[in-house]
Structures are given as structure tokens and as C-alpha cells.
């Protein structure tokens, strides 16, 4: 076997459940730590004990954090399994994606993604999935830690230049552009990419960022709930972490519909229409020909139900009916009455 090479379980179920289907939890979330008014090199690293200890791996179990410092015990996630796999899960209701809100950050674009994001969270900024294998997938977006290059690796890259940032990984920095944990050595990169076998196939991975985040997607471990806890904890205290989660995350999508829009011909065309193929390949449920079939009927209405049907799996009808609810709403509004996907409000630089 190549040292890159890594064997993993054949079960290579990855987001099987959409976020949405999970239960949203009401729990509080912890107050903000006073703002610090030294340099960031005052910063103090939060420290957590995890509870319960020991090794309570049954499905629903609770966990939580309590913070060393102020005594404050706050929800993680509890235990998610599916098939073989089984780790940390949080959508918590305390913070929600407001899309007319982001209107004034990222424009017209607000309104395209949020179908999706509906699908991937319904809009809750804090959405956690470690049971996958993914190993960790953060946000409203639903940002895998896996794929090198794209997702949640690119999203990391600038959090940890935000001054919070110290806060929470203090380790990590980033060096000519790459992703890398302080050591006693030096820095260490988090982004070599690794073969790793996945079912019948094979994928490259981030397998030292995966396993800085969560060390297995096969059993719940300490260091995904102190990742779990943290982000949350992140995203509550600093109006900059959420900020950059969706500039980053419309930046992600953009660049993959824009790669997109020549093969389907979506440039003037209407923007539901790129919502839905946005949607289909960010999910990854459909085909190019089933596509290309579908955007080629002749009127509006029967290419977006065409579309709201292709699911090659046979198994993500919940999505598809979420899908298809916003991007209805979007039509009832007028959201994109005057403006033509590639062009004006939704143009692609």
C-alpha cells in the first residue's frame, strides 16, 4: 500500500441525512465572553471539560462542555448513528440565517442560496455533523472537512486570521496560504492529501484536518465535542465568524455554479433555474444528462418540475420538497422578476 494511501470501511455514507430532517434544539447558548480591549496576544484559549466522561456512545446521548474558567456548562451535540457510523450532531435554533438581512452583505445572491441553505440547515448557523465521512461538517451551508481545496478547508483558512480566532484554536495558523497546527517542532501542515479508499473508489482527502477535528467517524471522541463546542461557542460570541462563514460559503457556491453555467447553457436564463442545478450537484443527486434533459423542455414551468424530480439515489424526496417549497416562495415574491441568471444582481465576474 502507498504511504498516501488510506483504507476506510465501505460504508461511505456521507451526509445520508440532511441537516434540515435533524431535530433543531432549543438549548441556550453560552453569554460572550467580554470583549478583550488588550492586543490579541492577550487572548486567553478557552479550556472545556467534556461530560458526561467516559465512554456513552448510545444514540441521543447528551453531551456538554463546561467552561474551566467561568464554570458555565453549555450543550455540545448529542450521539447521532447511521449504519456503522456514529458521532456528534447539533442544529441548534439560536441563530438563523436571515436572507434579507444578508441582502445588504451579498446582495441578489442571498435569495439564490437559500433554498439550499433551507435544505442544508434550515438556516441554522449553528449546524454540526461528525458522524459522516466527512468527519466534521459545520454550518448553515454544511461545509465538509474532507475535500481538499474546497468547503470547510477554505473557510479555516480565514477564520483563523480573525482575532477571536486565538480564542478557540489557538494552534492553528496559516502558512503560504495552507492550513497548518503549531507544534513543539514548527508548524504542521493540516492539508496533505491522502488516497483513501471509499467503498468501490477511491478520493482524495484531508485526512490530518479530518482527524485534527474529529479523530473517527466510527465512535463518538472527546475531540469532537471540544470542536463541536468551540465552533458554537465561535460563532455565538463573534459576528465576524458568521459573517465570514457566508461570504465564504456564497464565494464556494458561486465559483461551482459559475463552472457550471456553460455546460447548462444558464447564462440569461432564469435564476430558479440555477437554483436547482446549484442545489443538485452541491448535494450531489443528480447527472449531467438528466440536467441537460430537464433544461430542455420547452417552457419554464415543466423545466423546473423536471428538475424538483431528479434524484438518482431515490432517497432525498424530503430535499427535494424543500427545494421546491422556497424556490416557490422565491416565484411568489418576484425575487427574480427583472433579473436574468449571469447578468446584472447575479452576474458572475
Given at each position: 500500500?502507498?504511504?498516501d ?12 441525512i440532511?441537516?434540515s ?12 465572553a ?6 490579541p496576544?492577550d ?26 474558567e467561568t ?14 457510523r ?6 441548534s ?8 438581512a ?10 439564490f ?9 434550515n ?16 454550518g448553515?451551508?454544511q ?11 477554505l473557510?479555516?483558512r480565514?477564520l483563523?486570521?480573525?482575532p ?7 494552534d ?12 513543539d ?9 491522502y488516497e ?5 473508489d ?25 470542536t ?10 463573534d ?6 462563514t457566508?461570504?465564504v ?18 447564462i ?22 438528466q ?57 458572475l465576474?
Amino acid at each position: 500500500m502507498e504511504d498516501d494511501e488510506l483504507v476506510v470501511s465501505g460504508d461511505d455514507v456521507l451526509r445520508g441525512i440532511d441537516a434540515s430532517e435533524i431535530e433543531g434544539d432549543d438549548q441556550p447558548l453560552p453569554e460572550p465572553a467580554a470583549a478583550d480591549a488588550g492586543s490579541p496576544a492577550d487572548v486567553v484559549p478557552v479550556k472545556y471539560k467534556v461530560v458526561p466522561e467516559g465512554e456513552p456512545q448510545e444514540s441521543g446521548t447528551e453531551y456538554s462542555v463546561i467552561d474551566l474558567e467561568t464554570g458555565v456548562k453549555s450543550f455540545a451535540g448529542k450521539v447521532l448513528k447511521y449504519g456503522s457510523r456514529r458521532g456528534l450532531s447539533r442544529a441548534s435554533n439560536q441563530l438563523i440565517y436571515d436572507r434579507f438581512a444578508e441582502e445588504d452583505e451579498i446582495g441578489a445572491w442571498a435569495h439564490f442560496m437559500w433554498p439550499s441553505v433551507i435544505a442544508e440547515s434550515n438556516g441554522r448557523y449553528i449546524s454540526i455533523n461528525a458522524w459522516d465521512r466527512a468527519h466534521f461538517t459545520w454550518g448553515f451551508y454544511q461545509l465538509a472537512a474532507h475535500t481538499p481545496g474546497d468547503n470547510l478547508i477554505l473557510l479555516m483558512r480565514e477564520l483563523v486570521n480573525l482575532p477571536s480566532a486565538r480564542r478557540f484554536f489557538p494552534d492553528l495558523t496559516v502558512i503560504n496560504g495552507k492550513l497548518a497546527r503549531q507544534s513543539d517542532a514548527g508548524p504542521v501542515t493540516l492539508e496533505k492529501e491522502y488516497e483513501v479508499q471509499v467503498g468501490d473508489d477511491k478520493e482524495m482527502q484531508l485526512v490530518d484536518f479530518m482527524t485534527y477535528l474529529n479523530p473517527s467517524s466510527f465512535r463518538l471522541d472527546e475531540r469532537e465535542v471540544l470542536t463541536a463546542a468551540k465552533f458554537a461557542a465561535w460563532a455565538n460570541e463573534d459576528s465576524s465568524m458568521r459573517a465570514t462563514t457566508v461570504r465564504v460559503s456564497v464565494e464556494i457556491m458561486k465559483r461551482k455554479i459559475r463552472a457550471r453555467a456553460g455546460t447548462f447553457g444558464l447564462i440569461g436564463r432564469r435564476p430558479e433555474l440555477a437554483i436547482w442545478i446549484s442545489d443538485m450537484f452541491h448535494q450531489g443527486r443528480g447527472s449531467t444528462s438528466q440536467a441537460k434533459a430537464a433544461l430542455a423542455l420547452p417552457t419554464f414551468a415543466e423545466q423546473l418540475d423536471a428538475l424538483s424530480r431528479i434524484d438518482t439515489t431515490g432517497k432525498h424526496s424530503t430535499r427535494l420538497g424543500s427545494v421546491k417549497r422556497s424556490v416557490r416562495i422565491l416565484l411568489d415574491e418576484n425575487q427574480f422578476s427583472n433579473v436574468r441568471f449571469g447578468e446584472g444582481d447575479l452576474s458572475l465576474p
